[in-house]
């Protein structure tokens, strides 16, 4: 049985930092492809950043290039958000899903098949 459980989440001040971790079981990590993914209150949900299984590229949503990054250790069936300069508007539950598609990078909720139940990130003061 898949299964994906997330953990990290928190309250933490704006310019703070966070890292989500996204335990797998049930399948074998390195044939997937991994994605984060957050939905605000009263808001859709939407793709945070994705990392090919096969050479490891990531793909980010504009709003978090460059303060969050994505990663995986495919030994430990674990995936990563490292989430940096963190906003108020990052607040959300955030979500890590698993592809069956090794070489996808897409940040396309249908894209995904086996979703973790979420962990709440909060930025305030």
């Known amino acids: 049985q898949v299964q994906l459980v997330e953990s990290g989440g928190a309250l933490v001040p704006p310019g703070g930092s966070l890292r989500l971790s996204c335990a797998l079981s049930?399948?074998?990590?390195?044939?997937?492809?991994i994605g984060w993914f957050r939905q605000a209150p009263g808001k859709e949900g939407e793709g945070v950043a994705c990392?090919?299984?096969?050479?490891?590229?990531?793909y980010y949503t504009d709003s978090v290039r460059g303060r969050f990054t994505i990663s995986r250790d495919n030994a430990k069936n674990t995936g990563f958000l490292q989430m940096n300069s963190l906003k108020p508007e990052d607040t959300a539950v955030y979500y890590c899903?698993?592809?069956?598609?090794?070489?996808?990078?897409?940040?396309?909720?249908?894209?995904?098949?086996?979703w973790g139940q979420g962990t709440q990130v909060t930025v305030s003061s």
């Open positions: 899903a698993a592809s069956p598609r090794p070489k996808l990078v897409s940040l396309k909720i249908p894209d995904f098949n086996s």
């Open positions: 990392i090919r299984s096969t050479d490891g590229s990531q």
């Open positions: 049930g399948f074998t990590l390195d044939r997937y492809a």
